[in-house]
């Protein structure tokens, strides 16, 4: 388990309207920190109903796996941020990433 002392620093945030699947409005502001662990299982304890109900699956990807799938991947950028932290460490301040797709 992440506690809030784990986390590192704040690489990247973005906000948007988006629907859920009951059709309603909901904004969302999404903040992304850079986090190492230890181990590579993931616990979904913490999820809400909401997130239970939209969230399908998850795994560890490869930045080439991330930049070549045709799966929906969120954010857009995810495969461009993960390689720039990976190449250079988290930026001196956070990155505003697209809420969408270009």
């Known amino acids: 388990m992440v506690t809030e002392e784990d986390?590192?620093?704040v690489v990247a945030t973005r906000g948007g309207l988006w629907r859920s699947n009951?059709?309603?409005h909901t904004f969302a502001a999404d903040t992304f920190f850079l986090v190492k662990v230890a181990h590579s299982e993931i616990s979904t304890d913490g999820h809400q109903e909401l997130e239970r109900s939209?969230?399908?699956g998850h795994r560890w990807w490869t930045v080439a796996e991330?930049?070549?799938t045709t799966e929906h991947v969120s954010p857009?950028?995810?495969a461009g941020l993960v390689a720039t932290l990976i190449a250079?460490?988290?930026p001196s301040h956070?990155?505003?990433l697209p809420w969408?797709?270009?």
């Open 94 to 96: 956070p990155v505003r």
């Open 66 to 68: 991330l930049r070549e």
């Open 100 to 102: 969408r797709e270009a």
């Open 54 to 56: 939209i969230i399908t």
């Open 22 to 24: 009951s059709g309603r």
């Open 88 to 90: 250079d460490g988290p």
């Open 7 to 9: 986390l590192g620093p």
């Open 76 to 78: 857009p950028a995810t």
